[in-house]
């Protein structure tokens, strides 16, 4: 049995069709990612499996229990579970990075200070980052932020990651980084791991398996293998960076 | 044309009563966890910045405030008391004015502005940023976490604040009224405390102020949980965090007036100033 799955699931936001329909199962273990054009749902997505969305039709399932029309207090015990790294990281600014890691500690366990020191050292160590604990979140780079952020998101242990465009932003040098990172984690903490991302060299290096959202629906499923041969003329445009007639039809003078 | 204004005014009426209905949930909430989270130890560490930032740091705008107020009013009322000759009985108004109007109302006012400008711009900053999704997604709720620590402070600090103002706004007042108009200092005070302000009036002053500091704490918050997206989303939520705050004061204020005035008189009677 998957460890996430979604069963037909539709969101809309006012009169935009976000999903339509979506049928994943997300085996534990893999490492699963999602690739899709902006403002395809990719996001949308990884926030249903944390209940930070609610479907209008359909249900999300984890670990055999159904989600998505659970209380926000019956969350929490879920959510502890995730470790989510937000886009552009969403760490506390007002904290400095010490604080920011230790939040989930602090406010979940009754570790007393020492112990939860050692662990914040432990978990930035992971990320390569244990000179920035006493830095302020604005004083660190792009890079560096998602990275602290990533040392938050596993201070609990968390049985899944989710990665949101975990590269975007970033310089090509930053995003090897950082894909090494999610391919470090999985192999060292054997977490499920789910990334959304519009970087297919990205996709590549950390996929078992890789889906494509299109218009609401999965358009692809398969290994990284798979969609490079993808006869899909949609897929391989996306895989391939080309831009289609569609795309490009707002670019053409009146006259084309 | 009729049929779009008609579907206009229909689709605006729906979204302030889903928008009230949001609000409502979000008091709800917030009460709940007060109560709730007051049983755990852990929670009372996030009570002192917030005091440090509504009250402390709130001090000398409504000091300055409060004290302006009562010299003004000082000024402005000396001279028509002087032609009737009731020039000594300036302080039973200006104390009275403070107590139970001005000084409540201003602070409140003021705070509104600094403190609820300030609630609403930092949550709606955090919101913007996915900072209040990420402590969602840890397994906290952020009505704890941020919500009822600023409900709180705000609760509880607006009537010291009120009293204070009230206290600087009296200052204010004699230290015109005084050593400059020369209004003999027994009979400012004694006029004061004779037919002007009692215990009923100052602890109505501070009463208010408690409901005050509750609707800017839940307006604010809840302006700053649900912003817009960017910067202009950020500074709307603000302005409006303003403006709703101060109608609810007003709303408040007026209530309270109606409420008060007739349990005093039905328990005191009428007591005239002037008597």
């Given at each position: 049995?998957?460890?996430i799955e979604?069963r ?6 006012g009169r935009?069709?976000v ?5 994943l199962?997300i085996n534990?273990?893999?490492s699963?990612v999602?690739?899709?054009a902006?403002g ?11 209940g930070?969305?609610q479907p209008?039709e ?5 670990d055999?229990k159904?989600?998505?029309?659970l209380?926000e207090?019956?969350?929490?015990d879920?959510?502890v579970?995730?470790g989510f ?5 969403a760490?506390f600014?007002?904290m ?10 602090v ?13 914040v050292?432990?978990k930035?160590g992971?990320v390569g980052l ?7 979140p604005?004083?660190l ?6 990275r602290?952020?990533?040392?938050r998101?596993i201070?609990?242990d968390?049985r899944v990651?989710?990665y949101d465009?975990?590269?975007?932003g970033l310089?090509?040098?930053r995003s090897?980084?950082?894909?090494e990172?999610?391919?470090?984690l999985?192999r ?5 791991s ?5 970087d297919?060299?990205s996709?590549?290096k950390?996929?078992?398996?890789i ?5 609401g629906k ?6 990284p293998e798979q969609?490079r041969?993808?006869?899909?003329p949609?897929?391989k445009?996306?895989?391939?960076g080309e831009a ?5 039809a707002?670019?053409r003078g009146?006259s084309? | 044309?009729?049929l779009a ?5 229909g689709y605006?009426t729906?979204?302030?009563?889903a928008?009230?209905?949001e609000f409502?949930?979000?008091v ?9 989270g007051?049983?755990?130890v ?7 910045p917030q ?6 740091r709130?001090v000398?705008v409504?000091?300055?405030?409060g004290?302006f107020?009562?010299?003004v009013?000082?000024v402005?009322?000396?001279?028509q008391f002087a ?5 000594s ?6 104390n009275?004015?403070?107590v139970k109007q001005?000084?409540?109302v201003?602070?409140a006012v003021?705070?509104?502005g600094?403190?609820?400008g300030a609630l609403?711009a930092?949550?709606g900053?955090m919101h913007v940023?996915?900072q209040?999704d990420?402590i ?7 009505i704890?976490y941020?919500v009822?620590?600023r ?12 009293a204070?103002?009230?206290?600087l706004g009296?200052?204010g ?8 108009l020369h209004?003999?200092?027994t009979a400012?005070?004694y ?5 002007g302000?009692d215990?009923?009036q100052?602890m109505?002053?501070?009463?208010k ?5 509750g609707?800017?704490g839940l307006?604010s918050?809840y302006?700053?949980?649900?912003s817009g997206?960017?910067?202009?989303g950020?500074?709307?939520?603000c ?12 709303i ?7 409420v008060s005035k007739?349990?005093?008189i039905a328990i005191?009677g009428i007591?005239?100033i002037?008597g």
């Amino acid at each position: 049995m998957s460890l996430i799955e979604f069963r037909n699931v539709h969101k809309r936001f006012g009169r935009q069709v976000v999903l339509n329909g979506v049928d994943l199962g997300i085996n534990e273990g893999e490492s699963l990612v999602i690739i899709g054009a902006s403002g395809s749902g990719k996001s949308v997505m990884l926030k249903h499996m944390v209940g930070l969305l609610q479907p209008d039709e359909g249900e999300v399932w984890f670990d055999g229990k159904r989600i998505d029309q659970l209380a926000e207090r019956k969350l929490m015990d879920v959510r502890v579970q995730f470790g989510f790294l937000f886009q552009m990281g969403a760490l506390f600014d007002s904290m400095n990075v010490e604080d920011n890691v230790a939040f989930p500690l602090v406010e979940h366990t009754s570790k007393p200070k020492a112990e939860v020191s050692k662990i914040v050292d432990q978990k930035l160590g992971m990320v390569g980052l244990p000179e920035v604990r006493k830095k302020m979140p604005a004083e660190l780079s792009g890079g560096q932020r998602k990275r602290v952020a990533l040392a938050r998101a596993i201070a609990l242990d968390p049985r899944v990651i989710l990665y949101d465009e975990p590269t975007t932003g970033l310089d090509p040098i930053r995003s090897d980084v950082i894909n090494e990172l999610i391919l470090k984690l999985q192999r060292e903490l054997k977490v499920t791991s789910v990334v959304v991302t519009h970087d297919m060299q990205s996709a590549f290096k950390v996929a078992d398996r890789i889906v494509m959202l299109h218009e609401g629906k999965l358009m692809f499923d398969g290994t990284p293998e798979q969609i490079r041969t993808s006869e899909n003329p949609v897929v391989k445009r996306f895989v391939q960076g080309e831009a289609g007639d569609e795309e490009l039809a707002g670019l053409r003078g009146p006259s084309a | 044309m009729a049929l779009a204004i008609v579907e206009r005014v229909g689709y605006r009426t729906t979204e302030i009563l889903a928008g009230f209905g949001e609000f409502s949930r979000f008091v709800g909430r917030t009460f709940l966890w007060l109560f709730a989270g007051a049983l755990r130890v852990r929670n009372w560490r996030l009570l002192m910045p917030q005091f440090y930032e509504v009250g402390v740091r709130s001090v000398p705008v409504v000091a300055v405030v409060g004290a302006f107020i009562g010299m003004v009013m000082a000024v402005e009322t000396y001279s028509q008391f002087a032609a009737i000759g009731q020039e000594s009985r300036l302080g039973a108004v200006i104390n009275l004015s403070v107590v139970k109007q001005i000084g409540p109302v201003l602070a409140a006012v003021m705070l509104a502005g600094r403190v609820g400008g300030a609630l609403a711009a930092e949550l709606g900053t955090m919101h913007v940023t996915e900072q209040i999704d990420a402590i969602r997604v840890m397994g906290v709720d952020p009505i704890v976490y941020l919500v009822v620590p600023r409900f709180v402070a705000c609760v509880l600090l607006t009537p010291i604040l009120t009293a204070y103002s009230d206290v600087l706004g009296i200052i204010g007042g004699w230290l015109i009224g005084v050593p400059f108009l020369h209004i003999p200092n027994t009979a400012y005070w004694y006029y004061s405390t004779h037919g002007g302000v009692d215990t009923w009036q100052v602890m109505e002053g501070i009463l208010k102020a408690f409901f005050f500091g509750g609707a800017i704490g839940l307006i604010s918050c809840y302006k700053g949980f649900h912003s817009g997206a960017g910067a202009s989303g950020v500074g709307r939520a603000c302005t409006e965090s303003f403006v709703s705050s101060f109608i609810a004061i007003i709303i408040l204020n007026f209530i309270f007036a109606e409420v008060s005035k007739d349990m005093y008189i039905a328990i005191y009677g009428i007591r005239s100033i002037f008597g």
